[in-house]
């Protein structure tokens, strides 16, 4: 240990003539220890919140969407499929027929999303179709099968087995007009993606159902592009857009939901920048300290440099003490936000209507590089407050520091 270390700790340690100087030091200290733990309880709150709804959006939707750019249905999927698949990245090309239709339950009538997939592979690389809350996918049979999503069969008042009436948004001639199809359907099973939104307007068929009952013949609405990184999605979408006819369209799964990603980087950011400001108050009082400690230590600091001690070691030792100030409420914070965070994930502490924001819980989740980042600038702000009161304490002189004692 040198002995400028020594000083500043025996400094931080010894009992003082005023008192009112170690209660600042604590003050000092107890209010970096809160900014942090609240920088880290707030960034893991945000983060975990976008993560878990992110998860479920994927789960249900492609990671990216190819139409026609028109609105009509597409013709050559089958070709369009085959040439999709050999960009590199891509996991799974899937067709999907989707309309709006009506579905009257034995509880009441409501508005859904009827969507035509190919079950099988949707099965394979989808674990919320792959392993239904209960019943099983439709097979082929007399009368076409459904799978409802587990909030839409509540409100329809619906189960396995139960017949239900579909109005299309297909016409067909009779002598009283133009009449909606209607088609009956039997449920054969019931899913959860944990997605309220999807869960609560969506049922799922066959996509030859879903071409036959929409009149679409061969066609389908869009092509799922399933990928292995979710994240590759912008650049594979260029590398298609040169590749594939001017037609076709291609969204990705941040544009689906651009308006709630940007939503949720954005408070992300905010809430950072204003709980920042707690750690930027600590450290005012971490200049207070040090300045009080300054003049109630010049006698001593007159004696050190008559010694021999040099102004750039008189310096260290009130930027050390206050360094020790900055790195023990740091590390405190760090330890009573990731307990905190450990706690609330275990008792799910923070639940939230499963309606509004698509989880029925938050969970906290803080990324490597976010606690780096919040620590880092804990550190920065501590650090840079220790600069003015030790310069101030390397520029004492010792004889007026001695003069009157």
């Not at 209660?23 to 000092?28: A, D, E, M, P």
């Not at 239709?101 to 009538?109: D, H, P, S």
């Not at 997605?195 to 609405?221: C, N």
Request: aromatic share 8%.
């Amino acid at each position: 240990m040198s002995t400028a270390s020594f000083i500043a700790r025996r400094y931080l340690t010894a009992k003082r003539k005023q008192a009112f100087v170690s209660i600042i030091t604590f003050i000092s200290a107890l209010g970096i220890t809160i900014g942090v733990a609240a920088l880290i309880i707030a960034v893991a709150l945000i983060t975990g919140f976008q993560e878990d709804v992110q998860g479920k959006i994927l789960r249900a939707t492609s990671h990216l969407m190819i139409s026609d750019v028109t609105g009509d249905s597409l013709r050559n999927h089958k070709a369009l499929s085959q040439e999709v698949r050999g960009f590199q990245g891509v996991k799974s090309v899937s067709p999907v027929a989707v309309n709006v239709v009506l579905i009257q339950g034995r509880a009441k009538t409501h508005p859904a999303t009827m969507k035509g997939m190919d079950l099988d592979l949707e099965a394979k690389q989808s674990d919320w179709l792959g392993h239904l809350e209960s019943g099983e996918l439709p097979r082929p049979g007399d009368r076409p099968g459904v799978v409802l999503g587990r909030d839409l069969a509540y409100t329809l008042g619906a189960g396995i087995g139960d017949i239900l009436s579909v109005l299309t948004p297909s016409f067909r001639l009779s002598p009283f007009g133009a009449l909606p199809k209607i088609k009956t359907f039997r449920v054969t099973g019931v899913f959860s993606t944990g997605l309220y939104e999807f869960d609560s307007s969506t049922a799922i068929v066959p996509i030859a159902t879903a071409q036959k009952i929409f009149d679409m013949d061969d066609g389908v609405s869009y092509l799922q592009v399933m990928l292995y990184d979710v994240f590759a999605a912008p650049r594979l979408k260029e590398e298609l857009k040169t590749a594939l006819p001017p037609l076709i369209y291609i969204t990705t799964w941040g544009e689906l939901n651009k308006s709630l990603f940007s939503a949720l980087k954005l408070e992300k950011t905010i809430i950072f920048l204003t709980i920042a400001l707690i750690v930027l108050v600590a450290s005012l009082n971490i200049i207070a300290t040090l300045i009080l400690m300054v003049m109630e230590k010049t006698r001593d600091i007159g004696i050190l440099m008559s010694m021999g001690a040099t102004p750039g070691q008189i310096q260290k030792v009130f930027f050390l003490q206050g360094s020790m100030i900055g790195l023990g409420g740091t590390f405190l914070g760090t330890a009573l936000g990731l307990g905190w965070c450990a706690l609330a994930n275990s008792l799910k502490l923070i639940r939230v209507p499963v309606d509004i924001y698509q989880i029925s819980y938050v969970p906290f989740h803080i990324k490597p590089f976010d606690l780096l980042v919040i620590v880092g600038v804990s550190l920065l702000i501590s650090l840079t407050s220790t600069l003015f009161p030790s310069r101030r304490a390397s520029k004492v002189d010792p004889a007026m520091a001695l003069k009157y004692e």
